[in-house]
Every structure is written in C-alpha cells, then in structure tokens.
C-alpha cells in the first residue's frame, strides 16, 4: 500500500462547478499537509499548507483535514478553466530541516467554458 | 522577494551523453535545496537534498549526482545518461530551520534521452 494514495482522473467538470479532490493516506504521524497545483509543463506551486486538523480557507480553494479518517481535501469553488491544472497533495511527518515531502500522484483537472 | 531559477528549459541529450542541470536561488541565505524527478504516472521522485554546501543526501540509487559548491547553487550531474533518465526534473527549496513545510519549485527542465 502506498503512503499516499490520489485518484489520477482525468476529472472534468463545466465552468462554476465545486470541484472535490482528495488523498487518503496511511501514516498516522502525518501533520502537515499541502495542495499543489501543476500547470502542463510547469513546476508546481503551493496552494493550501494544513497543520494538523481543520479546514483552510482561501478565496475559491478550501482545504481540509480529517485525521481521524487520514483523509484530506480540496474544494474548488466556481470553477473557471484557468483552474485547468494537476493538482498534487503532499504531507509530512515533520517541518525539521530536510522536510522530506510524501507526494500523492495528482490528479488531472478540466474545467470546460 | 526570493526566486528560484532553473535551466534549461529542454534539453535533448543522446544516451552516453554527460549532463549538467543548474539551479540557484536568490533572496535568502541557507536554503534547503532538493532536486526531483516526475515522470508520467510515477509522481515526484526525490532525488537528492541539501542543507548546506557540500551536504548531499541521496534519496534513490541511480546514475545521477548532485553537488552544492555554493550557498544557493544546486547541480544535478550525470557522466552518461540512460534512456531511462528521461523525465521532468525539478529543483525547488524550503527555508532552513522548523517551520512551514511547503517547497517552491523552479520551472523544471524537460530532459529527453535519444
């Protein structure tokens, strides 16, 4: 079993849709979570960073975290086709001075006009 | 603000070929630098990282090597490339010391071994 596991899609949606991604994941020291999302051809670009529990707002993206159930998620409210992206989560045990990330293996989004 | 530069963009490289991947980042002093492979349907590979000059850690067993000659100066080498060294390679940093985990990337070097 892997540590983290993502649906690659490909998933496709129309314009304004919320959109629902997630990982599940098997290590139960897992504290920090990230989002990324990854334009054709680009290095990836954090878009939500979690501690622990909770839920994260910013702007359209919402992230969240349910420990108990090692399963974390992202919403994207509104969605326009400039969301057109893979998007990549990644977590780790620690933030000491390697910060040896644990990446899922994204999935592929289209938002279509 | 701090940057992370990442060249080339592409590079086509026979196979026996030595390759050379530069990386260096601007506005902050001791970084962690990390070098990753993705490649289709493998996800993010970690390479190697540093947290300081001349301080390399390899994560997987292959025909590349990384060198850090200077603060924020990454290098990720090979003598002869394998076909299977194909791929999409990244360079990205995080500040040094505990804190907030998150990478930044550089724009990735698309490299195609023939």
């Known amino acids: 079993q892997k540590e983290v596991e993502q649906d690659p899609g490909p998933l496709s949606v129309p314009e304004g849709a919320i959109v629902s991604l997630n990982c599940t994941y098997s290590?139960?020291?897992?504290?920090?979570f990230m989002w990324y999302r990854q334009y054709s051809r680009k290095g990836p670009e954090l878009l939500m960073y979690t501690y622990s529990s909770g839920n994260k707002e910013d702007g359209r993206f919402t992230a969240q975290v349910d420990k108990s159930s090692k399963y974390i998620s992202l919403f994207i409210r509104d969605s326009q086709p400039s969301d057109s992206a893979t998007y990549l989560c990644?977590?780790?045990?620690?933030?000491?001075?390697?910060?040896?990330?644990?990446w899922g293996l994204g999935t592929s989004l289209a938002v279509n006009p | 603000s701090q940057t992370i530069h990442q060249w080339p963009a592409t590079l086509v490289q026979p196979v026996g070929s030595p390759l050379s991947l530069e990386c260096t980042v601007e506005g902050t002093s001791n970084p962690n630098l990390y070098w990753y492979r993705q490649a289709a349907g493998r996800g993010l590979q970690l390479l190697f990282y540093s947290v300081g000059i001349g301080q390399i850690s390899s994560e997987v067993p292959q025909n590349l090597s990384a060198s850090r000659p200077q603060d924020r100066q990454f290098i990720l080498s090979s003598k002869k490339l394998l076909l299977s060294d194909s791929g999409f390679y990244l360079c990205?940093?995080?500040?040094?010391?505990?804190?907030?985990?998150?990478?930044?990337f550089g724009s990735g070097t698309r490299l195609t071994v023939v």
């Open positions: 990205a940093w995080t500040p040094r010391g505990p804190g907030r985990a998150g990478y930044t």
């Open positions: 290590n139960s020291a897992f504290q920090y």
């Open positions: 990644a977590m780790s045990s620690n933030a000491g001075n390697n910060r040896k990330l644990i």
